[in-house]
């Protein structure tokens, strides 16, 4: 979805939650090789956690079922990743309604631990196949 939208980015809460997130991630990258699944799951539950932030924000502007664009974040597994996606709130839920998927720029998949399970024109929907991997983003899973 594109247009103009709210970003949220720029409030100084989401914004510190996503400079935490970044710092954990960032030590996180000198894991062993053999958790490298894991350390880009927990990337990306990471980003998914900011965007969590970021939804209740935006919900206490905009209603879930309206066509109004929401800027998140991408949820990619990079420690340094601040792509924009631009999105509903109604499909923003429905990518949370799985534990297992997150929204990605393209070009931003990790074909070694995730499919892309659907494609829109500004953002894909990954879901994580791999066993380490999809084990963090159910425990990490925010609305569990």
Do not use: W
């Not at 927990?42 to 879930?64: D, P, S």
């Not at 990079?78 to 839920?93: F, G, H, K, Q, S």
Request: hydrophobic residues 35%; contains cysteine.
């Amino acid at each position: 979805m594109r247009g103009k939208g709210i970003c949220l980015l720029g409030d100084p809460l989401v914004r510190l939650r996503f400079e935490r997130v970044a710092a954990r991630s960032q030590q996180a990258d000198n894991a062993a090789v053999g958790e490298r699944e894991k350390r880009l799951a927990r990337n990306e539950a990471l980003y998914r956690e900011v965007n969590e932030r970021v939804a209740e924000v935006a919900e206490r502007f905009v209603e879930v079922g309206t066509q109004t664009p929401v800027g998140f974040i991408c949820e990619c597994g990079a420690v340094d990743c601040t792509e924009p996606i631009t999105t509903t709130l109604a499909e923003y839920e429905a990518i949370r309604a799985e534990p297992t998927r997150f929204a990605v720029v393209p070009g931003h998949e990790l074909p070694e631990i995730e499919s892309v399970v659907e494609r829109y024109p500004g953002y894909f929907v990954v879901e994580t196949r791999q066993e380490e991997a999809e084990q963090v983003a159910r425990e990490t899973d925010p609305r569990a």
